[in-house]
């Protein structure tokens, strides 16, 4: 593949992670409406993982063999991304204001950052990517601030404990996606990563009783249209382009991602629903901006 196409490649995954994932989190708070947390997430990911092994086994005339040490790695990948990670946003969001939910996300980035230096990865962040890292940060609390507001009254403190262990669990498991054994095929790698998570999310939802809460005389069309959404767009798309982005980018720039998908939602806002841009909100998405360039520009370095 030459660098052109590989260019060309890059920039589709990030527009797809940036745009697409700016939108999951209304679309999960549509579905979580009728359907437990769970058993939604868990349903997403299974048929999601399900749909993408068949699509490569198809699609691939000589598949690579499945081996066990395979299916542990898509556990432990979709363990701590798919539940620690997404199955802790899901919950959260029954208790947490959305502009806090953004803001928490936002410490992923923070969180790789130490974990790949302090894990003893061969790929070192920069100090611009640190410096970027941190001014992401303070653009998005910035922006945070001047478009919801902070309110204790409206804080939920095991929804934000749950928010903080889903951050860290989401990173660790970015960082470590690379040193796992995994086939050769990167769409059977996510497939299995999905199948994992799902699976742990569909038990964890048994365990806790989530299951039970499900009634499907009571789940809306409006549940139905964004779990669809969630599993063509969310996962097979938007999952699919990170993880292959974990590996041509790198972690730190991968997790621009949390820092953009805030600005997306408030400008779609703004254009499909009338709401209002200030001065504030285009100060603190100009900052967000600038401090994502900086990531991005930075070539990675092996050490």
């Given amino acids: 593949m030459n660098d052109s196409s590989l260019r060309a490649k890059i920039i589709a995954a990030f527009a797809s992670v940036y745009l697409i994932w700016g939108s999951t989190y209304l679309a999960i708070r549509f579905v979580i409406e009728t359907m437990p947390p769970f058993l939604m997430a868990g349903f997403r990911f299974l048929i999601a993982g399900a749909m993408l092994f068949l699509f490569e086994r198809l699609r691939s005339k000589e598949g690579e063999k499945i081996t066990a040490q395979h299916i542990r790695s898509g556990f432990i990948v979709g363990g701590l991304l798919l539940l620690g990670g997404n199955g802790g946003v899901v919950w959260a969001e029954q208790f947490v204001p959305s502009g806090l939910t953004a803001l928490l996300i936002s410490t992923v980035p923070i969180w790789i950052v130490v974990f790949t230096m302090s894990t003893g990865s061969k790929s070192k962040p920069d100090k611009l990517t640190v410096i970027g890292v941190v001014t992401g940060f303070a653009g998005l609390l ?26 860290i669990s989401w990173a660790y498991g ?14 059977t790698t996510v497939a299995l990563q999905m199948l994992g998570g799902g699976t742990l999310l569909t038990i964890f939802s048994l365990i806790t009783g989530d299951m039970f809460l499900f009634n499907p005389d009571a789940v809306s069309m409006k549940s139905i249209l964004s779990l669809f959404y969630l599993i063509l767009f969310g996962s097979l798309l938007g999952y699919t382009a990170y993880i292959w982005l974990l590996e041509k980018a790198g972690p730190p720039k991968t997790a621009t991602y949390a820092y953009v998908n805030p600005v997306v939602a408030i400008f779609l806002g703004w254009l499909l ?7 504030e909100i285009l100060t603190g998405a100009a900052i967000i901006l600038v401090s994502v360039a900086m990531i991005i520009s930075v070539k990675s370095r092996k050490s």
């Fill in 273 to 279: 629903a009338d709401e209002v841009i200030t001065i």
């Fill in 174 to 187: 970015s960082v470590i996606t690379s040193r796992l054994s995994f086939p050769k095929q990167k769409l």
């Fill in 142 to 167: 910035y922006l945070v601030y001047n478009t919801t507001g902070f309110s204790a009254d409206s804080i939920n403190p095991l929804g934000v404990l749950a928010l903080i262990f889903a951050t």
